[in-house]
């Protein structure tokens, strides 16, 4: 069992129609447990029904952390007490994950430093683009673990097979440069413009309209999985 911090493992701000998202573990390098999980899917199913919030920034606290750092995944102390709890077949099921396949407003991450593992899914599949800075680094290293992926993750929708492979086979971590070359990372900043690179982009989404957004997201989200794109059965849904 796992005692609750006195520290929120998700720092919720809104603030000019825009929320943002702390991950808020630095000195376990914001490792997602069932505590953040649970934080991050509350946060998101309000910013679905809050009318005042009009798009989401994702990031991670590294105050106290040994290095610049997003989040390096899912928490392995948590995930292997509730497999000793509730057996070794037990997976766990991301309902957070699920709310944000759901929410049809912008989801931006902010990536400064590691990311990894379930951070990588968070911050390239469930969010609607990264804006990441020139030190961050990303990996899927489950293969050094000895982890299984365990759920359908659409990496193709976002690089080429080969890359796909390429990423979970090695499990390397790969650099901000390498991942926006292969189309996971939408724009790379110096490592002291993140914050100004996210308002600028937040500011532009603010004052659009808020219902030709999420059409638009729809679309292009429907557009990705219709037959034949190759897609059709990769949504963790």
């Not at 609750?4 to 914001?30: F, G, W, Y």
């Not at 447990?33 to 649970?38: A, F, L, S």
């Not at 100004?196 to 808020?210: G, H, L, N, S, Y």
Request: charged share 25%; hydrophobic share 40%; net charge negative.
């Amino acid at each position: 069992v796992f005692k609750m911090s006195d520290q929120p493992a998700l720092l919720v701000e809104k603030k000019d129609h825009v929320l943002t998202l702390t991950m808020n573990r630095p000195t376990k390098m914001n490792a997602m447990n069932k505590e953040m999980y649970q934080e991050l899917y509350d946060a998101i199913h309000d910013y679905r029904y809050n009318d005042d919030l009009l798009c989401c920034v994702i990031k991670g606290n590294s105050e106290g952390a040994k290095r610049p750092v997003f989040t390096a995944g899912g928490d392995l102390k948590w995930f292997q007490a509730e497999r000793a709890e509730h057996g070794e077949l037990w997976q766990p099921s991301f309902p957070s994950y699920k709310e944000m396949e759901k929410c049809d407003k912008p989801i931006i991450a902010a990536v400064d430093g590691l990311c990894m593992a379930s951070g990588f899914n968070l911050a390239t599949l469930y969010c609607d683009f990264v804006i990441a800075t020139e030190r961050s680094t990303f990996g899927i290293p489950a293969i050094k673990r000895a982890l299984r992926l365990n759920y359908p993750i659409p990496y193709t929708q976002f690089m080429s097979l080969n890359n796909a492979m390429y990423m979970v086979m090695t499990g390397r971590m790969m650099t901000a440069e390498d991942v926006y070359r292969m189309g996971f990372v939408a724009q790379v900043c110096h490592n002291d413009c993140l914050d100004e690179a996210v308002k600028e982009v937040t500011d532009i989404i603010v004052d659009c309209a808020p219902r030709h957004l999420a059409a638009h997201k729809q679309l292009l989200k429907a557009l990705a999985v219709m037959p034949g794109s190759g897609q059709e059965h990769t949504n963790i849904i």
